[in-house]
């Protein structure tokens, strides 16, 4: 498929001429999808990525892994405002639940579900406290810390922060709330209902029968004359 189709909402059919799609001419019959009008190859490849399960596990390691990428640019992010401006800027996990939720759901190839919502959110909170955690060490000391330590401590840390910066702060928890849910509806499954084959109406104009009655009162064809023959 050469264009990409959004299936969390339906269209109106662009009509049954040309796949919405790889945009190719259809031949014989076509396929409806959520109101998308495909060629067979193109609902097959839909049918194979949403219908059935194959390649789940790669799908989903993929997805991690992108929701990974996408929290821990959001949490460098975050914890660069709290060390520059000792600011507790809590309207940047909105931002860090936007990446990771997008980062998911291209990963996921745009399938999204309840397994990926749960792993956008689990993603967001985890990079939120790993940044309010980090921050907390940057500022505590400026001196050396023991590498381990710092390991242990981001780890609790990301399980803990959040809860502990919401109960210190009623509003940034709030806000954190909303960055979780960001996550949470970007990454919301998509039902795709394919149906057809469709058989293309004929594209010939019809020829309108002609009334027998008309056709009995029409005068009967002249023959033209003979020229005259010469003795």
């Keep these: 498929m050469d264009t990409e189709i959004q299936f969390d ?11 919405t799609s790889c945009r190719g001419a259809l031949l014989g019959s076509y396929f409806q999808a959520n109101g998308q009008v495909l060629c067979e190859r193109c609902a097959e490849a839909i049918r194979k990525l949403f219908l059935s399960g194959e390649g ?3 799908r989903f390691l993929k997805a991690a892994v992108f929701g990974i990428g996408g929290g821990l640019a959001g949490a460098a992010a975050y914890t660069a405002v709290l060390a520059l401006t000792h600011i507790n800027l809590a309207l940047i ?15 996921s190839g745009n399938r999204g579900g309840i397994g990926y919502q749960i792993m956008a959110v689990a993603i967001t909170y985890l990079s939120i406290g790993l940044s309010i955690m980090a921050d907390a ?3 505590v000391s400026s001196q050396p810390h023991n ?3 710092v390991a242990i401590a981001c780890v609790i ?4 922060a959040p809860i502990t910066s919401a109960i210190e ?10 960055g979780l849910m960001q996550a949470w509806k970007m990454n919301k499954g998509v039902v795709v209902n394919i149906t057809g084959p469709h058989a293309l109406a004929s594209t010939t104009p019809s020829r309108d029968p002609v009334d027998p009655m008309i ?17």
Aim: hydrophobic share 45%; charged share 10%; aromatic share 8%.
């Design 9 to 19: 909402r339906v269209e109106r059919p662009i009509g049954a001429s040309a796949c």
């Design 215 to 231: 056709a009995q009162s029409l005068p009967a064809p002249v023959a033209p004359p003979l020229p005259p023959q010469s003795a």
């Design 147 to 149: 590498p381990l330590a």
């Design 169 to 178: 702060s009623p509003l940034g928890g709030l806000i954190t709330f909303f």
């Design 93 to 107: 996990t909105i931002l860090i639940g936007y990446l990771v939720g997008k980062m998911v759901r291209k990963g």
């Design 157 to 160: 840390g990301s399980f803990s």
């Design 137 to 139: 060490l940057i500022t």
């Design 56 to 58: 789940g596990f790669v």
